[in-house]
């Protein structure tokens, strides 16, 4: 859910919440909310929007196979430099650092994102997690979205590939399970990027993702998004004076 879900009480003439916000509906749910007819949601909803859209583009670019009489498909190349204009804006910059201005995004709208973007993740994956641990449930949404959102930062823009990552990230972190091999693992640049998303998602209430976590870890995946963020910096993002937020006074979340 991009938002908390409400439904209007027509006896008492009050909205009442029936899901939180990353909550999903099983079908049974669905049918016995159906006499109540319409789910409303708050102004909120409308701040998650333009994350929603711009997967839906990046998800239109990595589809996208035209008939070899019309074009020729266009170079890796090009696709990824697409991708990285269409999340370059989506990236807010607000505050000082040690390497300056920061790129700055809240997990909620990665999440947001990622599950526009990739596979719908299996109904009883969804549901085990959320029966055994809210926070579990949480924290392997906002992490298996970071790897999708790492990922595609450094070109890696197959979609197939994308969902199942997003899919293995999800699983071991609702299952308390490790993400990762021993540092020394030959194949090792998909886990370093998990480890990135790993070390920049330590809890479910992390606040902000920074691309400044990037700066100083000594991994080749990690020095291959820094150097990417930077251009982001440099070329698409820009300073937003009202960062997209879930907390505060129009958010769902304290703070």
Request: glycine share 6%.
């Amino acid at each position: 859910m991009l938002s908390p879900v409400y439904v209007f009480m027509k006896l008492n003439q009050k909205y009442v919440a029936v899901k939180e916000p990353l909550d999903f509906f099983k079908p049974e749910e669905l049918e016995k909310l159906r006499p109540l007819g319409i789910f409303y949601l708050p102004e909120f909803a409308e701040t998650a929007l333009p994350y929603r859209e711009a997967a839906r583009q990046v998800h239109a670019l990595l589809s996208w196979k035209p008939k070899l009489h019309q074009a020729l498909p266009p170079a890796p190349y090009e696709i990824s430099d697409s991708v990285l204009r269409v999340m370059g804006p989506l990236w807010g910059t607000r505050g000082e650092t040690g390497t300056g201005e920061d790129l700055e995004i809240e997990p909620f709208f990665v999440a947001v994102f990622a599950n526009e973007l990739c596979d719908l993740l299996p109904g009883e994956s969804l549901q085990a997690a959320r029966d055994a641990s809210i926070d579990n449930y949480e924290l392997a949404i906002f992490r298996s979205s970071w790897a999708v959102w790492l990922a595609l930062t450094l070109g890696w823009c197959d979609l197939a590939f994308l969902s199942a990552l997003r899919k293995r990230v999800f699983d071991a972190v609702a299952m308390g399970q490790a993400l990762t091999g021993a540092p020394t693992d030959p194949a090792v640049e998909v886990d370093e990027l998990i480890a990135c998303a790993e070390k920049s998602i330590k809890e479910a209430k992390t606040r902000a993702l920074f691309a400044s976590d990037f700066e100083q870890a000594p991994t080749r995946a990690a020095q291959k998004l820094a150097f990417r963020l930077r251009r982001i910096r440099k070329e698409f993002s820009q300073p937003i004076e009202n960062l997209p937020t879930i907390y505060g006074e129009r958010g769902f979340a304290d703070g």
